[in-house]
């Protein structure tokens, strides 16, 4: 790892989670341990780790359920550590920020290929994720500008090229984004619609 991360491990069996933060700890992370899920959801909501490392079956909340909680307030990769792996907790896993999936017993080589591993899928997932948002707001804007290029031509008598050129302009002169002029345009078009019903 090129830097020192924050991880959280949550691990119900004492000495596995001493294990856990001996290796992390000898890597170079700053490691904070718990023993089970509702103690990982209330450290994160402090300690805001770049990681989590935890058990699946654990007493109060399972390490899955306790891993969703955590990424619903802050995205944070995950590395699942169990004993289990039946096809239910596979397909749990999957729908979750879960990077990698680690069987006992867990070795130390193991873990110290899973932490880059998992740090850059995560970042992987979340450049794809703001890639994917911005396509999503690139489309919506292209639809909200098309709208009030319409709205243009009707009221002022223009072209579509001229209709255009002219919020594009005001766009420039106003120091906004061509997609904010075309919502004050839907927006001024709703009110005289509004004043043309009377």
Request: net charge negative; charged share 30%.
């Amino acid at each position: 790892m090129s830097r020192p991360l924050r991880i959280a491990v949550a691990e119900d069996e004492r000495d596995t989670r001493e294990f856990l933060h001996g290796v992390l700890t000898r890597m170079g992370h700053q490691v904070m341990s718990v023993s089970n899920g509702r103690e990982l959801v209330e450290l994160c909501k402090v300690g805001e780790p770049d990681l989590i490392v935890t058990d699946i079956k654990m007493p109060d909340m399972d390490g899955l359920d306790a891993a969703a909680k955590v990424s619903e307030a802050r995205e944070t990769p995950v590395i699942l550590v169990s004993a289990h792996h039946d096809a239910d907790l596979l397909g749990r896993a999957m729908a979750g920020h879960v990077m990698s999936y680690l069987v006992k017993p867990v070795t130390e080589s193991a873990i110290e290929a899973a932490v880059p591993v998992a740090m850059a899928r995560f970042e992987q997932y979340a450049l794809a994720r703001k890639e994917a948002s911005g396509l999503r707001q690139a489309l919506e804007d292209r639809k909200v500008i098309e709208r009030a290029k319409g709205a243009v031509m009707r009221r002022v008598g223009v072209q579509e090229e001229e209709a255009f050129r002219r919020m594009r302009k005001l766009a420039s002169d106003s120091n906004e984004k061509l997609a904010e002029v075309a919502r004050h345009v839907l927006a001024a078009e709703e009110m005289f619609s509004r004043l043309d019903r009377g």
